[in-house]
């Protein structure tokens, strides 16, 4: 038995789930209101038998107890396995001595990153040299509740002074330097990295200190702000100033606003705006967005108002859009054949502040403002079109075509119709264009963008046998094939059928390795090896365990292999999705009969669509390799 299997042995998800959510008996099963977005009555149920839960609601998401605490805590895979396994008493596997080594090395710069930050609040709040930080603080308006929330601190003038106190506890200057707390000089020498500042602790979402913002009390002369180098623990790229206090508030307003200094954030949470977060003053990152994926797919950004800000803001919303999911949506060709077109799963807003006002200045002069501008917050698409027309000589024709052109991806995004044409009207208006033309090249886009190749799949040359391990045998197909899993998703796709994600896989440590391959091949790496070095033992363990796929076939074989593995997957989903609907169905009230019947009509059409492609269409590749349709009984 794996550690995995070892730790859903001893832990029950009625008591795991129960830890978090109020669970109510119901029948055989439990139910809830949906941890994960608001709603007034119960779609969330958790299954004793099968150690599953699923929400039917707004989500339609589920999983087992390591997706559960995984999207509740915002964790990855290895933390989630290390806090289960904890809970569970299970011990892992011991790690490689260099693993250990780094591990080691890695909570002794976090050790040293928290007593720093103990040392710099227990300066402010007695030093005397203290005394500027402390009055700045107070014209700020902070009060001392969050003071000691945030763990605000000072640093000392003195170039030795955390060196010594930090030396003094069992720490070499050697780890200091490498936790981005001293600065080493080339002939060796150390000294305190931040002196005479406000020191503001930054942590990961998960709370651990990780490493500082600090900022200047002088008037000039010196940067106003200075962060924590580069570091093992400190990635301001892969860091959100707050989240560890606003991931409970953003899943409860569904939304997330990004604003981008410290004392924004603050003074947003100080007044019970408790879903706002910092980007550590850098553009937002793709890796930023993905953090905040977990909580909400609702984004607001919050810049300055200055050119700077704007500009900032633009860069934002092109990483937020690049970095958010999208469904797929049917696009009919002039022939009336369907294609698809990928839409934006999410909604991206802009929060338009006075000028001269950024949030620190205005939830302290006028707090009841903040949530009107938060409600008032403008679309994606309103706002670049305002800056574009800003921008724009409207009297001269090739200006705008350009805003038009801009203006088509961002268009294409919004997955409502009449809401994206009601968008394309209001860009032909300010334009002062015909909206049929406006209207006529968004469609012409959308068409050159959908896939429509028609393609029918028969059951020739399908290998016999059930696969036992079938979602060992589908990972192991694709990590032998680097191509395979994008090709096997266009496929997916063009038949309608949502593509392979990690949560298709009911085996943690299979999703995790999946999901460490997603973003292996989203880096242009597509190197096996790599997945090893980013994954916890008990992953490796579970890959050195995968069936081995055939090592003869030729590009189209692999291809009907991974297409087949995949629907087979697909299919056992939701042929357990159909059994726990209609259990639910047979002990629901009747007023929930309906919603439940219904929710048993969607699934029927997913599963006939899959069961379709698997047995009754044809398909074939060119001697190029080339993907050629044929209809089920032609001749070729």
């Not at 490689?96 to 300066?123: I, S």
């Not at 403002?369 to 008032?376: S, T």
């Not at 574009?388 to 705008?400: P, V, Y």
């Not at 290998?463 to 079938?470: F, K, M, P, Q, S």
Request: net charge negative; aromatic share 8%; glycine share 6%.
């Amino acid at each position: 038995m794996g550690v995995v299997d070892e730790i859903k042995e001893r832990l029950d998800i009625v008591d795991v789930i129960g830890a978090y959510v109020p669970l109510q008996k119901a029948g055989r099963y439990y139910r809830a209101l949906c941890p994960f977005h608001a709603e007034k009555t119960p779609s969330f149920y958790v299954f004793p038998d099968s150690q599953r839960w699923h929400c039917f609601g707004a989500c339609s998401e589920g999983g087992d107890i390591f997706t559960f605490v995984m999207k509740r805590e915002g964790w990855d895979f290895a933390t989630a396995l290390e806090e289960l396994a904890r809970r569970a008493g299970v011990v892992l596997r011991p790690r490689t001595p260099e693993q250990a080594r780094m591990d080691e090395e890695n909570a002794r710069l976090q050790a040293a990153v928290a007593e720093a930050a103990r040392y710099y609040h227990h300066l402010l709040l007695h030093a005397p040299e203290a005394a500027r930080a402390r009055e700045y603080l107070a014209r700020r308006g902070l009060s001392s509740e969050t003071i000691l929330r945030f763990q605000l601190g000072y640093s000392l003038p003195a170039w030795d002074a955390l060196r010594a106190h930090l030396t003094g506890r069992g720490f070499t200057p050697a780890e200091l330097v490498r936790a981005g707390l001293l600065v080493e000089r080339e002939d060796g020498s150390t000294y305190d990295r931040f002196r005479d500042r406000l020191m503001i602790p930054i942590r990961d979402p998960h709370g651990t200190t990780v490493g500082f913002g600090a900022r200047t009390l002088e008037a000039e002369g010196v940067p106003k702000y200075i962060n924590s180098p580069q570091t093992p623990l400190f990635d301001k790229g892969r860091l959100l100033f707050g989240l560890d206090m606003a991931r409970d508030a953003i899943r409860r307003e569904e939304c997330v606003v990004v604003v981008e200094g410290y004392m924004d954030v603050m003074q947003a949470h100080q007044a019970g705006f408790g879903n706002v977060v910092a980007q550590m003053g850098t553009a937002l990152t793709e890796t930023q967005v993905r953090l905040l994926k977990r909580y909400t797919r609702r984004l607001i950004l919050a810049l300055d108002p200055d050119a700077a800000g704007i500009q900032a803001t633009l860069r934002g919303l092109e990483v937020a859009r690049e970095a958010m999911d999208r469904e797929l949506t049917p696009v009919f060709n002039p022939r009336g054949l369907v294609g698809f077109e990928r839409r934006l799963g999410a909604e991206i807003r802009v929060l338009t502040l006075p000028p001269g006002n950024d949030p620190d200045d205005l939830i302290r002069q006028d707090p009841a403002r903040w949530p009107v501008l938060v409600r008032e917050s403008l679309p994606v698409v309103e706002f670049v079109l305002g800056q574009l027309l800003r921008q724009t000589d409207l009297e001269d024709a090739k200006g705008r075509a350009r805003v038009v052109e801009a203006m088509l991806p961002l268009l294409r995004d919004v997955g409502d119709p009449v809401e994206r044409e009601t968008y394309a009207q209001k860009v032909a208006r300010a334009l002062r264009l015909d909206a049929r033309t406006v209207l006529a090249r968004l469609y012409e886009a959308e068409r050159q963008a959908a896939q429509r190749t028609p393609v029918v799949v028969s059951p020739e040359g399908q290998r016999g046998g059930v696969i036992a391990d079938l979602e060992g045998y589908c990972l192991a197909t694709f990590l032998h094939q680097p191509w395979l899993l994008d090709a096997v998703n266009r496929t997916l796709e063009e038949w309608d059928i949502p593509p392979l994600r990690p949560g298709d896989f009911n085996d943690p440590a299979c999703r995790a390795a999946l999901e460490a391959w997603e973003e292996i091949l989203a880096e242009g790496a597509a190197d096996p090896s790599i997945l090893r070095e980013r994954l916890p033992e008990a992953v490796i363990f579970r890959l050195d365990s995968l069936p081995e796929p055939p090592s003869d076939l030729s590009d189209e074989q692999w291809l009907r292999e991974g297409i087949q593995a995949a629907l087979r997957l697909r299919e056992r989903n939701l042929r357990r999705r159909k059994a726990e609907l209609r259990a639910l169905t047979e002990e629901a009230p009747p007023l929930e009969v309906d919603r439940y019947g219904q929710a048993l009509e969607e699934n029927a059409r997913a599963l006939l669509r899959v069961q379709q492609a698997l047995y009754n269409r044809c398909w074939a590749l060119s001697p190029t390799g080339v993907e050629t349709p044929f209809v089920e009984g032609e001749t070729r």
